[in-house]
Structure formats: C-alpha cells, structure tokens
C-alpha cells in the first residue's frame, strides 16, 4: 500500500486549501484514513481522520468547525477541505492508513491511532 499526500501550498490567512490523499496498491475501502501534521519544532498531532464505511469522524480542537475530512472510495482517494486557515495551522500533512478496529484506530472519543501505512508529508504553509 502506498498514500501519496498532496495539494499543499502557501495560501493567506483566512484562506482554503483542500488536501489530497490518494491509496494505491489496495482498495480504499479496507481502510480507516487519518490525516496528520507536524510542525517545526512540535510533536506530531493527529487532525482528523475516517473510518472505513465513512460513518465515524473525528477532528481535534485545533480544526473542528474549519476542516472536512471526506472519502471518495472510487477513486480511491480521501480529501481534507480546509478553510479559515491561521497561520498557526503550518505544518507538514500527513495521510495514513489502518485496517484495524475502528474503535481503536479512528473513533469520535480521541485521537486517530495508526500504524499500518503512512504517505510522504505535503507542505502547507499559512501567511499573515
């Protein structure tokens, strides 16, 4: 299985940007997907992630009410729509991917937890 993370970029304060994660190797549909991010100098966070069937979905604090994490499992690909940006939320992004239990791996009670596969970082930087 490989994840390949895209649509980063430098946007303004304030503005949208809409990430990409895309599976290959497997089908899409095994998979809980999380999306992650670490900034310089800080730990890695979890953000949000998706369960398999798209009926569970968690956001951290730090994006709930800005950021939609949505599946489109034909294409094998699970999005992250970010709007309201803040300079704050620079970081590398991360997609990963985990066939476990969904109570463990991706649950509306506590961060995303996964293990299996993880996708090269695009870059999103927020200006002020």
């Known amino acids: 299985v490989q994840l390949q993370a895209s649509g980063g970029g430098l946007v303004q304060a304030g503005g949208s940007l809409k990430l990409s994660c895309a599976l290959s190797g497997d089908i899409l549909a095994y998979y809980h997907i999380g999306w992650f991010r670490q900034a310089p100098g800080k730990e890695r966070e979890g953000i949000s992630c998706i369960s398999d069937t798209g009926s569970t979905k968690y956001y951290a604090e730090s994006v709930k009410g800005r950021f939609i994490i949505s599946r489109d499992n034909a294409k094998n690909t699970v999005y992250l729509q970010m709007s309201s940006l803040k300079p704050e939320d620079t970081a590398v992004y991360y997609c990963?991917?985990?066939?476990?239990?969904?109570?463990?791996?991706?649950?509306?009670?506590?961060?995303?937890?996964?293990?299996?596969?993880w996708g090269r970082g695009t870059q999103v930087t927020v200006s002020s």
């Open positions: 990963a991917a985990d066939g476990g239990s969904p109570s463990y791996v991706c649950s509306n009670q506590g961060p995303p937890r996964f293990d299996d596969f």
